[in-house]
């Protein structure tokens, strides 16, 4: 029997979509179209962290090592945000 792959994913992704979603209303010129752009160049400058499952990373990590890691995930989708609204407002001026 075959190994099961695709519990497999990296554990950053779903965080950075969520937030991604929150953060949406604060860059009104990007449209739900420029949301996946900008979950890729957060995740693309995220260190990859693969997992199984959520739980099994979180039980690992220290109070202090969530919280930095919740303050990085915040930074770079912030930053993305700001990168693609960027590439958008360069492009619209053509």
Request: glycine share 0%; charged share 25%.
């Amino acid at each position: 029997m075959p190994a099961d792959f695709s519990t497999i994913h990296n554990f950053y992704e779903q965080q950075v979509v969520n937030l991604v979603s929150d953060l949406s209303a604060n860059y009104p010129l990007l449209t739900e179209d420029h949301h996946p752009d900008v979950a890729c160049v957060a995740l693309n400058r995220l260190p990859p962290r693969y997992i199984r499952h959520q739980v099994d990373l979180a039980f690992h990590m220290t109070e202090k090592e969530r919280q930095d890691s919740e303050q990085l995930i915040h930074d770079t989708v912030v930053y993305a945000f700001e990168f693609v609204q960027a590439r958008y407002a360069m492009r619209a001026r053509r």
